[in-house]
Each structure stands twice: as C-alpha cells, then as structure tokens.
C-alpha cells in the first residue's frame, strides 16, 4: 500500500505540474478555449483521485512488498528511494533535499531564474532578490572564512584551487586516501600529485605531511605548492588532523586546500579554527542540495587570488569585464541548484548542532552490526562520522559463497527488509552511511542485519 | 484571481512536499505517532483546499492586479514570473522548463540521486538507468557530432576547449561581439583574446576571420590557436557565418569552437555541416532546462583530446583514474539538473522543427513593434533568431524624458499589461525575446506596446 500512496504523491505534484504548464500557456490573461479547460479539468481530477487515495493511505498506514514502477516519460523512472527504502549509500544520506530545497527547485526550476533581480554590478553573488548576496556573506560566517562562492560540485572549488596556485610540473600534495576529484583538479591545473601515506590508523598527520615536503624537496629541489587535506576521507570516514597539516605546512609557507565533501554541512567546520587557506565543500554531498552544488570559502589572505577579476583586455573593442571571476567563468552557480542550497542552509545550520546524535546513532549501529560475528569495521572506533567501512569477509561472505546469488544475496535480503544502497553483490569490503535516520531507522536497520545474519546460520551476539 | 489561482497551485505542490517529507521521515515502515498522523492530516487538508479554490477559478478563470507574494521560507520568495506574465527577458524564454524536466527535478532533487545504478565504469555518461548513456548518444546525433558531454554550463564547455588547446600566451580569436564567458574561458586558460571586427551588418564572415590571422601572425608570428564563433550572438542575435569562418580556420589549421548558447535547443544545428570541430550549448539558457547545465559536443578527430581521460599514477599506492575525464574532472554534471535535461530532451527534439514557426511570430512582432514611430530595430532582418535588438531613443525615451518615472514608466506599463523581462529604466537600447509565447501572447505583446505608445501620444502605423 505504501507502494500505492508514493505512486499517488508523485502522480498528485505531476498532475499540478501539468497544470501550472497550463497555466504558462494562457498566461497573462487566462483566456481559455475548450480543449484547455478540458485539459485543466482533468489535471484537477487526477490530483483530487490521488489525495482521496492518499488520504484513505493514511487511516491505516502501512508498507507492502510491491513493486514501485512509474516514469515521467519513456523509460525515464520516477526515483522513489528515499520514499521507500533506508537508504545507506555511502555517498546520498547528507545531499538528500530539504523540503525547502524541493520548493525551491519547484519555484526556480527555469534555466536563468536567479536572473530576474540581477542589477549592477552583475554577479551572482551580489544578486539581493532572492536574497543571494546575504546567503554567501552568511555562508562565509558560517565556515569561519571571509569569502565564500558557490560552485558546480567540490571538485570545481579544488580546480580553481589548483589553476590559481600551481603552474606546469608542480607538485600538490595529497593523501594516499585522497578522492580521485582531487587527482584530477591538480592534473588539469597541470601539477603533479604526490601523496603523503597516512598513519597505521588511516589518518594523515602533520609529521607525514612534513616528511613528504622534505621528500619532494630532496628529489625536485622545490617545495609543493599545496597541500591538499580530506577533513574526512571517502573511504573510511575517518577524520584526519587538518590542523596539524596545516601548521606543518605553513611552517614551510605551503597553502592548504581542506576538502570538506563529507563535514560540511553536516557537522560545524570552522575554516579559521583548522587553519586552512582553502575550504571546498559539496553540496550534492553533504549539503541537503542538488547535484552540481558546492562551495569554495577563503581567507583574506588568498581572496583577490583565487577569485581575481578578469584583467583581459579586449584589442579591438577596449572591452573588459572587470567584476567577473576569472576561475568563475564570471557567474557559476546560478538558478535552481543556487536558490535550494540557499533554502536548505537554515536547516544546515541546525543540523550542524546535531552532529553528536548522530554519531550515537550511527555508533549504536555499529556496536549491533558487530555482534554478527566474524564482521569487522575498518574505521576508526568509535564513529567520528556516519560513513562507514566495513568488512565482513568473516560473516555475510561466507553465506555468499555458497548462495546460488553469490554476493546479491545480500542486498536480496536487505531490499526486503527495505533497506538499500549497499553496493549490489559486495560482501567484503563495503561501506554504508547512516547520516539523517531516525532513531526507528536506525534500529530497524541494525535489526535487518542481525535478522538476515541468523537466518543464514551466522552467530549473532546478545 | 489568478495571482491566487497561482498561489493556490504552488501551495498544492508545497504541502505535497511537505507530505513527501513526511513519509521520508516514517518510512520505510510507515508506522505513525499521533503528531505525525496530524502533520500528514494537514498537508492533505491544504492540498484539498487548495484544488477547491483552483476548481472554483477554472470555472471563469481571469487575472486581476494583484501583487503576488508568497514565500518558500524567510526572504525566499516564490518566482511565478512565468505564471502570471508575458516573459520577452533576452536570455530566460528558452530556458524555461518542460513540465517533464519541472518533474524530473522533483523526482531527482535529491543530490547524488543519478547514482543509483552507476555501475563500472563509474562515469556518468555510461549510466545505464536512469538512460544517460542513451541521451548522451542521441544528443550526439542530434548535433551531428560524435561524442558529447554534460556540462555545467556552456562557459565550463568553452573552459574544456580552451584548456585543452591553449599554452600560455596563445592567442584565441573571438569576435568583437564575444560573450563576455569567451573571454573569460581564454584568460582562465592562460591565453590571449583578439577581436575579429564584424561587417557593418554586424555580422562575422570568413573573410575578417582570415585577416586577423594574417594580423596575429603578421605580429606575433605566430598562427592562433583557436578561433571561437557565436552561432547567433548574444546581442543583436544576429545569426553568423560560421560555415565560412570554419573554412577558413581550417585552411589555417586552427580548430573552431562554435558557441551554439542561443541556437542548440531552439533551432536545428548541425556540427558537421557547420563544420566545426566543437559545438557548447547552454541548457539553461536554450535546452528547457535549469542553471548549470550545459553541452560539449566534439568529432571523432578531437575526442581523445578534450575527453581525454586521466593519466597521473599516483605515486606511492600507484592508483590511476583511466576512466575519468579531466576536463569533466569525473563526472561533472550529476543529479537533478542531468535528468531534467534528459526530460525535456524529447519536447526540444520537437521545437527545434518549429522554428520556422518562432520566427514568424517574431517576425510579425517586430512588424507590428515597428509601427510605433520612431522606434528601431537593430537586428537583422528579417529576424532569424527571437532575440533581438530595439533602439526606441526615437519613441518611448521621448517619453520617458518627461516621466517622474523617467526610463522606469516602460517597464511600469508593461506590467500592468502583464509584460515583463526587458531591462528595467531603459528606453533606448535594449533586447527582448519572443522565444516559445503562443500567437495569442505575441498578439497581446504588440498590442501592449502600440497601446502604451497611443497612450503617451506617439505616432502608431496602421
């Protein structure tokens, strides 16, 4: 039945957005022949069928084993995870959308919408209505940094990073954990990366970092010139000592790059606090926003360098675009993506403060999901982060080896209990991310994996 | 009434929202506690009231002055500017969305929500379900290229090319009518822009194209490295010759990049007959879809180069991203804003074949906008694109010369005829943009200017 009433929800917004389409089609005057009215009609119809269904749903509320199966068109299928399922993704949890963010894409959802108010001198991080300007100075507060703007996605803050700090051939430093991204963004720029291996903890520390330097120093003759330093890494969700990177580097005069993708938004991150030059953040990641969405905040230090203005003048014409960014491409992040971030920050904000409670949660799981026996968790202990990496070589691998599903057997089992999101047919190495449960979420999650533990045979502890 | 017609709907689609959120909160079991039963209760009892007022306007529906407000939370107030006006801004019209994509961004708001089946290789362009590695094909052919990719924008297009081709200190050509992004995307890249000057139509041909070369190569001595050609530019929307300006780069041997921001998405635009080597789109800006998003299309000849995938070997675990892009640095255009693309993907394979269509009723606009004495167009014509360029310094500035409102009395009138998006105060030069109204908004738009014209005693034709 739940099955039925997600349908219903769906069906109820796609019946309204066909008739606000209407509605854009006999604008302004609302004149309307027959075959519009008609057309409005049965819009209307359609979402009153669905409320009466939804409203029959919510008597008795309660889930059945069905499959949910709807599109928007084609074979484009309406995305219905997170109505239906437990959703321990790794990477999803902390960019699902705030309901205001919905809204917002909803309200700003056409191309150049953030354009209407756009008045001198032009950017989109001037533009007060809606109030876009406000946002990045509250931003930057917010991450204790002096300027903040909005990006395509984390990986577009570290490229402008790298292509304002490196030239051809030279090195950034990064850890043996670091995100492809970070690779990336240093070989556009042109740079080499070298990486600094971490601790036998799995966590990068200020003497590794030190150390790497003098290496460098030794082999090239020249310093890195960057460091860059995951607060917390992708693969284990450990959190790595960015203050002490920092001062290490700093001794040397290096600037460092804080690739916050997994903490901000999520926990309270205080760029001055960590001592980091460059702070990058995603929105899609850990933000409560769409997909591109981050951010890049700085110091004052570093400012009028990372966001210069085009000094490119043009021979023919004398034009130049002096308020434009130059790592910007002038404006970046406009429109929808821009105005949901900005309507998701007030509950970023508060949910930032709840941090502690999640990591209770997500170490409550753990300390559940370790009584199956022969499981094991690779990070570190106890959880200073909702992403997680297990192993359980020693417990579910064993029943995959002998299931005629192998490794999907798992996510088998899981999917009926509603859970998803795990890597399909993994049963070693994997990871899961309990950002954003309830306290019931999370209890039934951590019950799923004992109940399929003990009717596989595994032993599982009191 | 129909500013709260509009209010109605929005209110509908928001408390849906704010049901969804709810089910998000008690799934995956649906049970219940009292306050949750009484917050669904009151989502559902909003939307019902909401479809009764819509019921009572569509039976006589008609606008009224109103002011609308209405706001998503604190000062973000809803944008219904495509709901209750008529929308000429120069650069919004075709950017608005299809109520597909306006469904896919509800169904896919949620951050990584592209994710879910991102199997090897694990990019974006191979992603399966929802059908990205199908669009992604069939957008190649649709503009006669080979491969092609999402972007964040049409200026991120420009960056991926001219990071691509340019060394330090390499010039560029552009026309004197560059979009200012063109300019940036070159500086960004190290490089140098020089301006080829138009023809008095203003318009770039072959011809000026090959006497800059021979000025570059005459001064620096060397050739350029790329020549970059707006399709139609973002002033006069005139339409430029970039067949012959192709030819002529190529006898040079430079690559063409070929700014298709206000051509792909409205109009048919072939790559290969154009004969260009990459071809940008703007997704917001003529593609249905919302900010960032964008299209790189290139030829079998240059794929290896700007898609070219990442090489650097890390160099103590020796890991290697082969799959990964770095212009795209991975994957560069996830989520909601993808899909939406992909949604309205169908209806723009559609227009693009009515475009004879939009420029009879700009045509017929400008005609009727004409007979108010003294104003000018300084496009082309007859118009070949729906963006175009008026001078009225010979009618409404007169007016406005002896307004207490001064140049702000145009758009005053306009919106009291329900007409909004030229540029605010001004009466002299300025743009506007027919692009998608219906003929019974193209209608209502010449009336409104003849009207206001009579109403301020200037001349109108017959």
Redesign the interface.
Known sequence: M?VK??KN??D???S??????L??????????DEEQ?SR??SC?ER??RC?AE??EF?KD???VEEAFNMY???????????????NI?P??P???????????????????????WC?RPFRLDKVK???LA?FHAELAEFLGMDEVRLM??A??A??AVT?TLLEKGDVAL?S?L?H??E??????AGG??????LSEDNVLRGEMVAEKIEEVKRETGRLPKLVVVDHFDYMYGNEHDVKGVAKVAHEYGIPVLCNGAYSIGVMPVNGKELGVDFLAGS???SF?????SGILATTEEWVDKVFRT???V????G?I?EV?E??L??C?????????M??SF?QVKERVKRWDEELEKVNYFVKEFLKVEGSKVLSQLPRKHTLTYVDTSGSFDKVARNHKRRGYFLIDELTK???TGIF?GATRRWKLNTYGL?W??IK?LAWAFKDIAGKYGLKVGE
């Not at 970046?332 to 949901?340: D, N, Q």
């Open positions: 739940s009433a997600v929800l769906f109820a917004l796609f309204l957005t066909d008739l606000r389409e509605f854009r089609e006999v604008k302004p005057l609302y004149e309307m009215r409005a009609a209307l979402a009153k409320l939804l409203e919510l509320p309660k889930p928007i068109l084609d074979d484009i299928e309406v995305r219905a995870r997170e109505e239906l399922f437990i993704d990477i999803q902390a960019g699902r959308l705030t309901a205001e963010a919905m809204k917002a894409l909803i309200a700003y959802g056409d191309g150049y919408s953030t354009c209407d008045l209505r809606p109030p406000e395509p996605g990986r577009r570290f490229q292509r990064i043996t670091a492809y991204t690779v990336l963004a240093v070989e556009e080499i990366v070298k990486e600094v291996p929105g899609h990641k409560a926003s769409p997909a591109p085009s000094k490119m043009c021979d023919v014409t034009r675009f434009k130059v790592e491409l002038g970046t992040l406009m429109g929808a993506v821009a105005v949901a900005m309507a007030p209990r509603r859970i399909p309830t019931r979420q039934h």
